[in-house]
């Protein structure tokens, strides 16, 4: 029997992007002048995930800010950080 190979674990979103929005602030990008692009399954899960603190997502004025980043759900292949 051939042991089995387990995919690599992939980061959450909301450890990926906290780590990106930081050092994109880290390097003077404001939150105002940023936008995450997600795919429908990171959107997904960046809602449901239990770690977050309430602080840290809203839903505010129709839409969806991660940190103060605002959101942009589908339409990608991968999730990004767009820093204007």
């Given at each position: ?32 002048d ?7 399954g990171?959107?997904s899960l ?17 839409s ?9 759900e ?11």
């Amino acid at each position: 029997m051939k042991p089995t190979v387990k995919p690599a674990a992939r980061k959450s979103p909301a450890v990926r992007f906290r780590a990106e929005i930081e050092q994109a602030v880290a390097d003077g990008f404001a939150c105002e002048d940023m936008r995450l692009r997600l795919t429908l399954g990171d959107a997904s899960l960046l809602k449901r995930d239990p770690s977050l603190a309430v602080s840290e997502i809203s839903f505010a004025d129709g839409s969806m800010r991660f940190l103060g980043v605002r959101i942009e759900e589908g339409g990608v292949e991968r999730s990004e950080l767009i820093r204007s």
